[in-house]
């Protein structure tokens, strides 16, 4: 399932491509993946030269200079593909730009969305109204975190998964920045120290900005014929990783919270 660190990749492949070019062509070879495609994407993109791309939390944005945005999610499975050598049954949209490159975005399981949105209104689009602050942006800070987490009793696991408070922060990459900031994933989020606070912010930024730099290295080979954006493996100090030794030379253990797996050591992270 694609996150944060790989939508950031998928956004920055596809702007190799598609950044500042027009929009020639849109073909949709169905009317939906998890929602209806908006019923005038193809009339609102085509002849549209994109202006920009970004990221909001785990979606990905296309700006036109027609003032609206495609805003597109991944779902479980989707996936962007560079100049397919054939367009498959899944390939659900194409786009072609005018210099005749081909976009194709693949989704097999179809959880993922189109939708056209104004390009100033975007803030307060639904699913972006409630958002916390990017956590590689400004507005995440261990001041922040603090007052966010005043007094919750929930577990800090669990507080830091939550949208509202910081965006787009998957498992794993909470699993990790708290081994690495020596945090209990079950500790009373108002029971966490300013202090662990403090190093755990640039710590959430390592961890994603590692995972981003291993889909960057890979993405190379990925901009190429029937190139996939966005998917890479990369090897975590506890995530996925029961049983074996953490870097303090304690166990890696898991624990299932909020209905998904926790890894982490109790020696090191308190
Ligand atoms: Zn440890």
Redesign the pocket.
């Known amino acids: 399932m694609p996150e944060l660190p790989e939508v950031e990749t998928t956004v920055r492949g596809l702007a190799t491509v598609l950044d500042g070019q027009v929009i020639a062509r849109v073909q949709m070879n169905r009317a939906d993946l998890r929602r209806p495609f908006p019923v005038d994407l193809a009339q609102a993109l085509t002849g549209a030269r994109v202006t920009g791309m970004g990221r909001r939390a785990k979606y990905g944005l296309i700006h036109t200079d027609r003032a609206r945005t495609m805003v597109f999610h991944l779902g479980m499975s989707g996936r962007w593909r560079i100049d397919p050598e054939d367009i498959g049954k899944h390939d659900h949209l194409v786009l072609e730009t005018g210099e005749g490159r081909v976009l194709a975005l693949n989704d097999a399981r179809r959880f993922g969305s189109v939708d056209l949105v104004d390009s100033d209104a975007l803030d307060a689009w639904r699913p972006f109204a409630a958002l916390g602050p990017e956590p590689l942006g400004d507005g995440l800070t261990a001041k922040y975190l603090a007052a966010a987490f005043k007094d919750r009793i929930a577990a800090v696991k669990l507080l830091l998964l939550d949208q509202r408070i910081v965006a787009g922060l998957g498992n794993i990459y909470v699993c990790e920045a708290l ?1 690495r900031a020596g945090i209990h994933p079950e500790r009373e989020g108002g029971k966490v120290s300013r202090k662990a606070l403090d190093r755990l912010v640039p710590l959430i930024r390592e961890v994603l900005n590692e995972a981003i730099a291993a889909g960057g290295s890979t993405l190379r080979d990925y901009v190429q014929p029937d190139g996939e954006l966005g998917y890479f493996a990369k090897d975590w100090r506890v995530y996925g990783r029961e049983g074996e030794a ?3 030379g ?1 166990t890696v253990l898991r624990i299932a919270q909020g209905g998904r797996s926790s890894f982490f ?1 109790a ?3 308190k």
């Open positions: 081994n953490c870097t303090c304690g050591c020696k090191c992270q």
